[in-house]
């Protein structure tokens, strides 16, 4: 595998580890209003990174379809809904703040249903990422390395309060620094899996390219929508959410548009 493919597939893990880490230089866990400020963020840069990364070259790669070009983008969103839908429902797994799991019941402890939960999250994220850089190694293809190594920043950058947000509430509740950082890195090991298994699909089906792509932005918009948008207009009114969600998105239409 092209080395440049190689550092694609590892920038948003490292993302994800390194905001794990924070758990060995912070002694409190996140507020509430922190929390909300990382997760809009990270719902604006997942939102942007759908369209400019993911929606926009499936439409593009399909221009030779004239107006029916919207079928693959539209065919393969939706399918990637409904896909995030099924995992919703079969993987047990707890959202932080809650103390309701969802998905079919289990003994699982609360601390690997959490861990699940973020890599349900991670999941669209991984595939997002392969498929573009699957793009890129397809000669017929219209994407660029730098192309997808914004999006591969763009997720990285978000990755890094995920990988808080799951170490630092488990720390607080006597979990040891080290099974904390453990914890947060094994919740993001699903993205470079995750990629690694789209590419090497994708490079067999390079036709398929426009549905994949769509397919993973259909999947990450169902985690925005579904979980982090609730997540953080729950409880008390604030817009810090909001304004986290701005900036996460206009970050990562920059980083697209500029790197692409």
């Not at 390194?18 to 963020?41: H, N, P, W, Y």
């Not at 707890?94 to 973020?118: I, N, R, W």
């Not at 490079?203 to 609730?230: H, K, N, Q, R, T």
Request: net charge negative; aromatic share 8%.
């Amino acid at each position: 595998m092209d080395m440049k493919v190689v550092y694609g597939v590892l920038i948003p893990f490292i993302g994800t580890s390194l905001g794990a880490a924070c758990v060995f230089f912070m002694k409190d866990t996140f507020s509430k209003t922190v929390q909300r400020i990382l997760e809009g963020f990270a719902a604006g840069v997942m939102v942007a990174a759908s369209v400019w990364s993911l929606l926009i070259p499936s439409l593009e790669q399909s221009e030779h379809m004239g107006k029916l070009s919207f079928i693959p983008a539209a065919v393969g969103f939706l399918a990637g809904i409904f896909f995030l839908l099924i995992l919703d429902n079969v993987i047990p797994h707890l959202h932080m703040g809650s103390e309701t799991a969802e998905g079919p019941q289990t003994k699982l402890k609360k601390t690997t249903m959490l861990v699940l939960a973020v890599t349900l999250h991670n999941i669209p994220e991984g595939m997002a990422v392969g498929v573009v850089l699957a793009g890129f190694m397809a000669d017929s293809s219209k994407i660029s390395y730098t192309g997808a190594l914004a999006l591969a920043l763009g997720i990285a950058i978000q990755n890094f309060p995920e990988g808080a947000i799951i170490s630092m509430p488990l720390r607080a509740e006597k979990v040891s620094r080290r099974r904390s950082f453990c914890y947060g890195v094994l919740s993001g090991i699903v993205e470079p899996v995750g990629a690694v298994v789209t590419i090497l699909a994708a490079s067999l089906v390079v036709p398929l390219l426009p549905y994949l792509l769509s397919f993973a932005a259909g999947a990450m918009m169902y985690v925005v929508v579904e979980e982090l948008i609730p997540e953080i207009s729950e409880g008390e009114h604030s817009n810090v959410g909001t304004i986290a969600f701005s900036l996460g998105f206009v970050l990562m239409m920059v980083l697209d548009v500029a790197l692409g």
